[in-house]
């Protein structure tokens, strides 16, 4: 197939890259179109990569939910605020409830998700 050299190519800059680096620049707040524009990809191709697997999908969701814990907790609290506020301030019972999903399918001990799936691919 003709597409075949340029998704194989495409996949060989992810793995050279690493998954794990990908997952912690998006937990920084990095979206995918940017990730995928400096891996000269388009954001869907390295998007269905990623959510390819289950558990790189849940790690991926994790980054990202984390990444939006830290960007809204990064604005200032103030009048009609209160339901940032609490989103805030009930997201870390939610994102414990992913880690202990990716504990149990993966490690059996506590680990960040990148942690996580990097040692589930080292075998470490």
């Known amino acids: 197939m003709a597409g075949q050299p340029i998704r194989r190519a495409y996949e060989a800059k992810i793995e050279k890259i690493g998954i794990q ?3 912690q620049r998006v937990e920084k707040g990095e979206t995918l179109k940017t990730i995928a524009q400096d891996l000269g990809m388009s954001r869907t191709f390295l998007s269905t990569y990623l959510n390819r697997d289950a558990y790189t999908a849940d790690a991926l969701q994790l980054c990202r939910a984390l990444a939006a814990r830290a960007r809204l907790a990064a604005y ?31 490690l059996g001990e ?15």
């Open 21 to 23: 680096n990908i997952l």
């Open 76 to 106: 200032p609290m103030g009048v009609g605020r209160s339901g940032v506020r609490h989103w805030i301030e009930s997201a870390p019972a939610l994102h414990l409830a992913a880690l202990k999903r990716l504990r149990r399918e993966a």
């Open 110 to 124: 506590p680990v960040t998700a990148v942690q996580a799936l990097l040692r589930r691919n080292t075998g470490a």
